[in-house]
Structure formats: C-alpha cells, structure tokens
C-alpha cells in the first residue's frame, strides 16, 4: 500500500515528557501537512513542507512543537514537555506538486496522544 | 467568526435516504473545496474535491460549490449503513496553502 503512514498510532505519556510522532507521505508527494484534531472539531492546521523547507506555521504550534522534514521525505514531528491539553489525535496529510489535477491532500490514521 | 462552519448534527436518516450535508465560508477567495469522510478513530478519507464553482458527480456522491453564497453541499443518494460516518468539508485559497476544515457532520444511516 502506499498511502500515507503515521508511527506510532498511539501514544500515552506523562506531562512535562517529550514525544516524537513520524509521518511517511505518499512517495510521489512533494507537500506534507501536518494537523491536530480533538474530539468534535475538524482537523486544525499545524504547519506545512514543500519538500525540505517548512514554508507555513500556524499560530498553534507554540515553542514547545517542532517539525522537520529532512532530504524532504519522512517528517517528523516533536512536542517537548508535554501538557494534557496537547492530547489530540495529529494528523499528517500529503499533496502532489499541485496544479489543475491532482491537488487536495491524502491522510494518514493518525496518531493518538495521550498526556496524563 | 469561523472561516468555516458545519452543522455538527447528529444526522440520522433511513437506508435510501438521499442525504444533504452542507457549508458554509467566509473568505470569498477560496477556491479548491474537499469533502472528508471520517470514521471514529481514523485518519479522514477523500471523497469529492472540486475547483471553483459547479457540480461534480462520483457515483452516489454529488458536491456543489456555490461562491456567490459562499455555500458548498455534498449529496449521497441511496444512502447505506456503511455511509455512517463524520463528514467534514474543507477548503483554501491555493493548493499550497493551508485547508481549513469544518467541525464535521455526524450521519447515521438506520437499516
């Protein structure tokens, strides 16, 4: 299969620990988005890579949240000192180069996070 | 104001139903819309996306965009079981940009 892949799919820690959540887009894909989601809300918009260079951070990825995407193929992305409001289920979604026909972005499952 | 906004439902229809599923936007200058089917605990999965205003059909599926009332739909015909899900529409400015997603519909189709 060579849809997009997220490792782990669940994650449980403690406050105050840092995570690491890895996403594999879709090998042709050149963009990789990342998004949180909570219960009951659509996906929110995180930040996005064309290629290697991360071009687009929201206003939710605070200092504690990094993302990268080396040789501009897996990302990956940590949260440092976790707090039990970054539990939420991050999504990673890949798109290919763009242009009048295929444009709109594949997900993967997921990863689950759990801070206690 | 939400730059989207989707009514969360729940919706519970009858198998053979024809469903509407429906959102509605503020910025005038989105032009690429999707619509998502989400079941519990999994990642979102494309159905529909389509540019600009108009129709587009794929099988049971049929989504509108409407810009002059920032309004897109998404219809299911013959509505089955297996259709229940969380639908969430989505839309951007560019391809290269961030999408920005409704809350998601919840449906129910009753055998």
Known sequence: DTGVSQDPRHKIT????NVTFRCDPISEHNRLYWYRQTLGQ???????????AQLEKSR????????????????????????QGDSAMYLCA????????DWTQYFGPGTRLLVL | QKE?????????????????LNCTYSNSAFQYFM????YSRKGPELLMYTYSSGNKEDGRFTAQVDKSSKYIS??????QPSDSATYLCAMSVNTGNQFYFGTGTS???IP
Do not use: C, H, M
């Not at chain 1, 659509?42 to 290697?52: A, D, I, S």
């Not at chain 1, 890949?94 to 026909?101: A, F, I």
């Not at chain 2, 998404?74 to 509505?79: A, E, K, N, P, T």
């Open chain 1, 94 to 101: 890949s798109s290919p180069r763009g242009g009048d026909t």
């Open chain 1, 60 to 83: 939710l990825l605070s200092d504690r949240f990094s993302a990268e995407r080396p040789k501009g193929s897996f990302s990956t992305l940590e949260i440092q000192r976790t707090e």
């Open chain 2, 107 to 109: 449906l129910t189709v």
């Open chain 2, 4 to 20: 989207v906004e989707q009514d969360p439902g729940p919706l519970s229809v009858p198998e053979g139903a024809i469903v509407s």
């Open chain 1, 14 to 17: 403690k406050r105050g620990q």
């Open chain 2, 35 to 38: 619509w998502y089917r989400q």
């Open chain 1, 42 to 52: 659509g996906p929110e918009f995180l930040t996005y890579f064309q290629n290697e």
């Open chain 2, 74 to 79: 998404l219809f299911i015909r013959d509505s």
